[in-house]
Nanobody
Framework: QVQLVESGGGLVQAGGSLRLSCAASGRTFSTYAMGWFRQAPGKEREFVAA???????IYADSVRGRFAISRDNAKNTVYLQMNSLKPEDTAVYYCAARRVGVSSSHNDYDYWGQGTQVTVSS
C-alpha cells in the first residue's frame, strides 16, 4: 500500500513558477513509477508528466519545456517544477503511483493523492 500527499500548490501570476511535492509512504517507493495529472473544472483528468524508478521521464506536449518532473528516492518524494505558468495550467494537480513502468493513462495508476490546487492568474 502506498499513500501519497501533495503540497506546494497556490496562486501565482502568469509567467511565474511553482514547485509541487508529493511525499509517499512505503518502503518500495523507489520501485514505483510516479506521475502527475491535473484536472480543471468541467474537464477530464489529463496527464502532465511521469518518471520511472530509473529516472526516465515523459511529458505531455502542453508542458514539455516548461515543467520538469524529478524524484528523490531517499526522501520518498517526487517533484514537479512548473515554470512559465499560463492561466490554462490552472487545475487541481494529482500525484499518482504505478507499480510497473511509466504511463500517460490515468487508468494505469494504482494509487492517488488528494490533489493540490494550482491557480494561475492572467
Amino acid at each position: 500500500q502506498v499513500q501519497l500527499v501533495e503540497s506546494g500548490g497556490g496562486l501565482v501570476q502568469a509567467g511565474g513558477s511553482l514547485r509541487l511535492s508529493c511525499a509517499a509512504s512505503g518502503r518500495t517507493f523507489s520501485t514505483y513509477a510516479m506521475g502527475w495529472f491535473r484536472q480543471a473544472p468541467g474537464k477530464e483528468r489529463e496527464f502532465v508528466a511521469a518518471i520511472k524508478w530509473s529516472g526516465v521521464t515523459i511529458y505531455a506536449d502542453s508542458v514539455r519545456g516548461r515543467f520538469a518532473i524529478s524524484r528523490d528516492n531517499a526522501k520518498n518524494t517526487v517533484y514537479l517544477q512548473m515554470n512559465s505558468l499560463k492561466p490554462e495550467d490552472t487545475a487541481v494537480y494529482y500525484c499518482a503511483a504505478r507499480r510497473v513502468g511509466v504511463s500517460s493513462s490515468h487508468n494505469d495508476y494504482d494509487y492517488w493523492g488528494q490533489g493540490t490546487q494550482v491557480t494561475v492568474s492572467s
